[in-house]
């Protein structure tokens, strides 16, 4: 949830590094040697060894997951760290000053490529083919990537979606820009089903009454359709509204739903799920162009707001997370407890249009972690384990985790990596943002750069066997044995 807070001539600045023969920030192979590491028992251990958080920057993990590396950020990206997003060899890795390019073809020696200075909070990132799809839910004074910020009360003020052509990863080249109403804090890549084009699903919150392009009510998303042969026709083409009745109103415990924070999509499904503020939704995405609620949920007793959603690989459960305190408070911790900014895990009963949701059970990481560590639930991704839903997550500072909930009402943890605090005496931002499987590895944008993990294939017997060509965490496809 962090939110800092007419197209023009698009300018933006390419720092690639191979081609300019300038230094490659070094690739630290774990154990970095200024980190002690630890080695704990795995998560569900019951007893000190397991609840001992570690020192300053102190490496601690369970025996199967390992880091074989860590990529340092380089100006003019050493910014926040945010979304990944993944390309054959290649993982694209969004910052709030921009996007870089990582070769990771070996995953223990990852090596930046370019790295293309446009800030604009979030950058939200996605890739399909030749193009790359970055979202500003920060108020520019104009679309370029050389614009400085300005208030959103000002009418020319800019936000919206940036789109790159990366046919050639050591120099992408901006093509686009279409504004969103409230911007977009993060964007879904949704394939049309004629294959012509791609939807992006825009979601956007916030509005104020003394924001022009942001008004109240706004209980919508935007679509943008790209077509892919002619990406600079980019669009809006519909902002349906999702909550006629206004959504929830909100409380002392939760968030009023003002649109979404983020949307998943299961395109082969027709399936998508939102996670709105207030609200948890399921949508039939049949018509690509006019998706349907299906099923609202709400908590108002734990959950505080509603940030991202991931379903299992048949497509019978979500995973919604709460973002309790925004990303930047201390809530893994005694005094917060294990429900609240936590995951909530629930069924997909009923078929096509009529399916529901139906609440099975919480998952928190079972290690406490110290008050001055912004700690909570946040971006995450299916390992594809055949017969089993696993998932590893990103929680800040409280490090990356994996989880199984192939007994939704009983999952339980099965491996973690984790630094210790950046700062013993104060609460301090910083962790792993999102950590994404990708090709038999994990790969986390931590704010201190690029880590990569490795998995102990046997204890986690076939994890490491997939190849997948290109991954968006938030457009989910079937992946069969």
Not at 368 to 395: F, K, Y
Request: hydrophobic letters at 35%; aromatic letters at 10%.
């Amino acid at each position: 949830m962090i939110k800092f807070s007419t197209p023009r001539t698009r300018r933006f600045q390419v720092v690639s590094l191979a081609a300019a023969g300038l230094l490659i920030a070094s690739v630290m192979v774990a154990p970095p040697t200024n980190a002690q590491v630890v080695t704990q028992p795995a998560s569900g251990t019951t007893g000190d060894a397991a609840n001992t958080i570690p020192g300053v920057d102190e490496i601690a993990s369970s025996p199967n997951l390992r880091q074989i590396a860590n990529l340092p950020k380089q100006a003019p990206l050493n910014a926040t760290n945010s979304d990944i997003a993944f390309q054959g060899n290649y993982a694209f890795v969004g910052n709030y000053n921009g996007f870089v390019v990582y070769d990771i073809a070996r995953p223990s020696a990852p090596a930046i490529v370019s790295q293309v200075l446009c800030p604009g909070s979030q950058n939200d990132i996605s890739v399909y083919g030749n193009l790359l799809f970055l979202s500003t839910d920060s108020s520019r004074s104009n679309d370029s990537c050389n614009s400085v910020a300005q208030s959103a009360t000002i009418k020319e003020s800019w936000e919206g979606i940036k789109v790159f052509d990366i046919s050639d990863k050591t120099s992408p080249r901006y093509v686009k820009a279409v504004e969103t109403n409230c911007g977009s804090h993060t964007h879904t890549l949704v394939p049309a089903k004629d294959g012509t084009s791609v939807y992006l699903y825009v979601s956007s919150y916030f509005p104020s009454d003394t924001f022009p392009d942001c008004q109240p009510p706004h209980d919508s998303i935007s679509i943008v359709k790209v077509p892919l042969g002619a990406p600079t026709d980019a669009a809006v083409v519909a902002t349906p509204n999702l909550f006629p009745d206004g959504g929830y109103k909100g409380s002392g415990n939760g968030t009023a739903t003002s649109g979404c924070h983020d949307i998943t999509a299961y395109p082969a499904k027709d399936l998508a799920a939102g996670a709105c503020m207030g609200d948890g939704i399921l949508m039939d995405i049949s018509n690509r162009e006019a998706p349907r609620v299906t099923d609202r949920v709400r908590d108002t007793k734990n959950f505080a707001f509603w940030h991202s959603a991931t379903f299992n690989n048949s497509g019978t459960k979500v995973v919604f997370t709460d973002e309790l305190g925004g990303g930047g408070a201390a809530t893994c911790n005694k005094k917060v407890g294990p429900d609240k900014g936590a995951d909530a895990i629930y069924d997909v009963t009923g078929s096509g249009g009529d399916r529901s949701l139906v609440f099975r059970s919480y998952y928190k990481i079972p290690r406490e972690n110290a008050d001055t560590e912004n700690c909570v639930a946040h971006n995450g991704s299916l390992i594809p384990v055949p017969g089993r839903d696993i998932m590893v997550q990103s929680w800040y500072q409280g490090g990356v985790s994996v989880w199984d909930f192939t007994d939704s009402a009983k999952p339980k943890e099965i491996g973690y990596w984790e630094r210790g605090p950046i700062n013993a005496d104060q609460l301090t931002f910083g962790g792993t943002w999102s950590a994404y499987y990708y090709n038999g590895h994990i790969y986390s944008s931590d704010q201190k750069g690029l880590d990569v993990l490795e998995i102990d294939d046997q204890s986690i017997p076939g994890a490491k066997t997939r190849h997948f060509t290109q991954l968006n965490v938030q457009t989910q496809f079937e992946y069969r044995d």
